[in-house]
């Protein structure tokens, strides 16, 4: 952008900056509402959460559950050769 003279410079130095965001303070962000779980056990939110927290415990609570796995030390392509 070319300025031909004087004046069209001043007005732009004077000129606000509103195309520029200005930076938010997170400290006057409003806080995340802590979103609370229901826990009747009767709703399909609870039935589903606990049938999860069944799901969970079979195979975290198992520390066998992930066992040890074979190493294999060749190519598969050793097979066609």
Not at 14 to 36: E, G, I, T, Y
Not at 39 to 57: I, L
Request: charged share 25%; net charge positive; hydrophobic share 30%.
């Amino acid at each position: 952008m070319k300025v031909r003279n004087s004046s069209s410079i001043e007005m732009l130095i004077a000129s606000p900056q509103s195309h520029m965001p200005r930076r938010v303070d997170p400290r006057k962000l409003p806080r995340r509402l802590v979103a609370r779980r229901c826990h009747c056990g009767q709703c399909a939110s609870c039935v589903d959460n606990a049938r999860w927290e069944r799901v969970f415990q079979q195979k975290f609570a198992d520390p066998d559950y992930y066992g040890p796995r074979m190493v294999r030390h060749s190519s598969p392509l050793d097979a066609l050769g």
